[in-house]
Every structure is written in C-alpha cells, then in structure tokens.
C-alpha cells in the first residue's frame, strides 16, 4: 500500500490545518493508522492513531484536545485536523499503516507503511 500525505504548509499559531493521508494500491479499511511527526533534530514521535473502524484513537498528551485523528474508508483517507496549532507543532507529519495488529499505536515501530511527509511550519 502507498501512503500519501498532503495539507502541511505555513500556518500562524492560533491557526488550523488539516492533514490528509490517501492510501493506495490497497484497501486501508483493515489497518489500523497513526500520524507521527518529527522536528529538526529529533526524533520522531507519536501524535495520534486510530483503530481500523474509527471507534478507538489515541492522542499524544501534547496535542490531546487540539487534534482529532479521523478515517473514511470509503475513501481509503486517514485525516488529522490540527486546531489552537503553535510553533512546537513545527515538523514533518507522516501517516503510516499498522497492518499486523489492525488497532493503530503508539509504537513506531509496529506500523508497516509510512507516507513521504508533509511539513507543517506554524509561525509565532
């Protein structure tokens, strides 16, 4: 499956902005999904993740309340809407695939795809 991550750009802090990530190649229906992201010269983290019907996510404390992790299968796209975004949301964001468990985590590395990155710059 490839996974394709879009809606990053330059935001003021305050501001929103909504990722999308379009799978193809297969269905995503059966996977569970996350959004991770990594600033310069660090390591990349865990922002949200999302079981493969929707009915469980799960938020990194940092952005818990101001992002919500969304999935609609019918369209094979996984979104992540960011709200009340501030300069520390400044990184790449990528999507990415957990196939084996199906329910989405926070472990890195239990997902099996990942999309190329977006980069989302949000200016004080």
């Known amino acids: 499956v490839q996974l394709q991550a879009s809606g990053g750009g330059l935001v003021q802090a305050g501001g929103s902005l909504r990722l999308s990530c379009a799978a193809s190649?297969?269905?995503?229906?059966?996977?569970?999904m996350g959004w991770f992201r990594q600033a310069p010269g660090k390591e990349r983290e865990f922002v949200a993740a999302?079981?493969?019907?929707?009915?469980?996510?799960y938020y990194a404390d940092s952005v818990k309340g101001r992002f919500t992790i969304s999935r609609d299968n019918a369209k094979n796209t996984v979104y992540l809407q960011m709200n009340s975004l501030n300069p520390e949301d400044t990184a790449v964001y990528y999507c990415a695939a957990d196939v084996t468990m199906g329910r989405g985590t926070t472990d890195l590395n239990e997902y099996d795809y990942w999309g190329q990155g977006t980069l989302v710059t949000v200016s004080s």
């Open positions: 190649g297969r269905t995503i229906r059966t996977y569970g």
């Open positions: 999302i079981s493969w019907g929707g009915g469980w996510t």
